[in-house]
């Protein structure tokens, strides 16, 4: 056993101090008792009863739930593509520049993403509303799909493709049988970052969205500008759950995963 | 029933000029922009032929093999097989199937249904898709494996599930690249033999794509070294390591030591050539070349004798020198010659008895000699 100096024990104790402190603070205070958030005044749960009963944040949050799937599954699509385009046409010309344009919205500030792709709504006469927020989301969620695609795809075998095609497979049905099947969980995993993504963006949502197409985020910004209520806290505190409960539930799979494959493999070697 | 020895005694197509080839590749060019990786090649392959393409890495063994499959398109050039051209067939409209180097075999599937993967392709009734695979399990002796996934598997069960794959739906042409190269000696050799058995049993053409001329030499019926996208020589594994085309063949195949020299005297079936090493050799020829032009001969370690006593030929086809290395392999033992000028010969003796009174030692004087058929004449 390695001794813990008292150095680390301070750094790690700060470290997740820092991080994590205002989150603890935010989550007590939505079982306060009392309205005023900074005030103590016994356990409750009455602002979670409440709201229920608060139509706009619940209109807010179908609004952010039917965003983020819809944007997530269409960036999935079209970032899957993109990825596969990267990787498997290496030679073609420009690949550098596309490649680079591919991951600049990356790095883009969210304010030039959101006020540009405002100008283009704006441009071409489009009623801002649901569905140029739902555009924006695929927009920028969709090079984090790539990307995450990308990289499961350079060190995939495509031998296997080959071998696919040999026994007769059309290269769709290569791509549905061998091909998706196989990079299935990087996609999955592109999907569900692009849903997180798209579920608290608030910047691009912000500029693109327009009347009756509030998300969830824009709800609690513009509330808190009127004053923090512990209903807001509640809903932070929801949200947080419902995050740390997939976080949790995708490291459980991927653990007992590569659990099993470890133990398959030892069975193997040991015939 | 004939024995399969007496089958692959007959088996001779090529030295028939009425045979058709069942796979001709004619004038086949293969350009990677600038590179050329085969270079204007011709061969042709023959029904039930155990056909191995021989050859260090990069020279163009692989790609001609992916062209047989579809994978790779000719720049010029074409390939017919069983009397159709190829040219434009995509690689699943083409009757040949592959076995590939590193198995690729499909990670999310199990045993079975990797096997059955190109019959489903097919369209073919499900009775009979269990049935082939049933079979071909069998074929391959892995009938208890058939629910594992492919990292469930041991190196040599995974190669056997390749196999199995790629044979499940009969093809009239098998490709093999590199099938035993990652399996450890011993599993190798004895899929090698397996791999003949099983050719023989179903009747196939097999290509196969090796850099192991043992390999090679084991398994085909002919071998087609290649090198810089050519193919230098087409012929049986006796002909190659016995009578070899070239200098390259020569050295490729086997040990060998060459002997370079300036022909002096020709007739009467046999060549004299005045060696750099200072000595001159008698070699048989049925074209022996002109007096005065460069030559050079090419024998086997195993051809050359070593022993103190002067041989009865000298100074014609033997040598004097001294005992420089030697190998002890258990079956045989391999002596290093160092000669009076400094170059070095390999020769090797069957160790055919367990204890030789009085062996040769290092730093020994000895002579080497050989027979005047023992070496193959090299014209450049």
């Known amino acids: 056993m390695v001794k813990w100096s008292r150095f680390n024990i301070a750094s790690i104790v700060f470290g997740f101090a820092f991080l994590y402190l205002p989150i603890v603070l935010l989550v007590i205070f939505s079982f306060n008792e009392s309205k005023l958030v900074t005030v103590w005044a016994g356990f409750s749960t009455k602002w979670y009863a409440q709201l229920l009963h608060n139509q706009a944040l619940l209109d807010a949050a179908w609004v952010t739930v039917r965003v983020g799937l819809i944007s997530a599954t269409v960036a999935t699509v079209l970032g899957t593509l993109a990825a596969l385009a990267m990787t498997r046409y290496t030679r073609f010309r420009g690949r550098m520049l596309f490649s680079g344009m591919i991951y600049a919205p990356l790095v883009m500030p969210e304010v030039i993403t959101g006020l540009s792709m405002l100008l283009l709504f704006v441009a071409i006469g489009l009623d801002r509303g649901f569905w140029t927020l739902t555009l924006a989301h695929i927009t920028f969620t969709m090079c984090f799909v790539a990307v995450v695609v990308q990289s499961r795809l350079l060190s995939f075998d495509r031998s296997i493709e080959e071998a696919a095609m040999d026994l007769g497979a059309t290269p769709v049905a290569t791509f549905l049988q061998v091909t998706l099947p196989v990079i299935a969980p990087a996609v999955f995993s592109g999907w569900v970052l692009a849903f997180t993504l798209s579920l608290d963006d608030l910047v691009i949502s912000n500029f693109t969205s327009g009347p009756g197409a509030t998300t969830l985020p824009m709800k609690i910004y513009s509330q808190v500008r009127l004053g923090v209520t512990p209903e807001i806290n509640a809903v932070c505190t929801i949200l947080i759950g419902i995050v740390a409960m997939g976080v949790l539930i995708a490291s459980v799979v991927s653990r007992r995963r590569e659990i099993q494959r470890v133990k398959d493999e030892q069975t193997a070697f040991a015939l | ?380």
Not at chain 2, 119 to 138: S, T
């Open chain 2, 1 to 380: 029933m004939k024995s399969l020895g007496s089958i692959r005694r007959s088996f001779a197509p090529w030295a028939d000029a009425t045979a058709v080839p069942f796979i001709a590749v004619k004038n086949v060019t293969k350009k990677f922009g600038d590179f050329v990786a085969v270079d204007n090649l011709s061969l042709n392959i023959y029904p039930r032929e155990f056909f191995a393409l021989l050859g260090a890495s990069g020279c163009g063994k692989s790609t001609l093999l992916r062209m047989l499959a579809g994978f790779e398109q000719p720049t010029s050039g074409e390939i017919v097989l069983d009397g159709q051209s190829l040219a434009g067939i995509p690689p699943y409209r083409r009757p040949v199937n592959m076995m590939f180097q590193s198995y690729a075999l499909f990670p999310h599937m199990t045993v079975e249904n990797n096997i059955a993967f190109g019959l489903k392709q097919d369209g073919m009734p499900k009775p009979q898709i269990a049935e082939r695979v049933d079979q071909m399990l069998r074929l391959v002796k892995l009938d208890k494996f058939a629910k594992r996934k492919p990292h469930q598997l041991s190196g040599g069960q995974r190669q056997r599930v390749a196999l199995a794959r790629s044979l499940a739906k009969r093809p009239k042409v098998l490709l093999l690249d590199e099938p035993l190269g990652a399996l450890d000696k011993k599993l190798r050799e004895e899929t090698q033999f397996e791999l003949m058995d099983l050719q023989q049993q179903l009747g196939l053409t097999f290509v196969v794509v090796t850099h192991d001329q043992e390999e090679a030499m084991t398994m085909a019926d002919r071998i087609a070294v290649m090198a810089h996208g050519k193919v230098i020589q087409v012929a049986t594994p006796p002909e190659i390591y016995e009578a070899p085309n070239s200098r390259f063949v020569a050295d490729f195949i086997g040990d060998v030591n060459i002997f370079d020299g300036t022909v002096t005297s020709a007739g009467n079936g046999t060549v004299d050539i005045a060696t750099e090493a200072g000595f001159s050799v008698r070699v048989a020829s049925s074209e022996p070349p002109a007096a005065g032009t460069k030559a050079g001969l090419a024998i086997r370690p195993e051809k050359i004798r070593v022993g103190r006593d002067k041989p009865a030929c000298a100074p014609l086809n033997a040598a004097e020198g001294e005992i420089w290395d030697i190998g002890y392999l258990g079956d045989m033992t391999i002596f290093h010659v160092r000669l009076k000028d400094g170059k070095v010969i390999k020769a090797s003796s069957m160790n055919a008895v367990r204890a030789v009174e009085d062996p040769l030692g290092y730093d020994q004087q000895v002579w080497v000699s050989f027979d005047e058929n023992a070496g193959v004449l090299l014209k450049d």
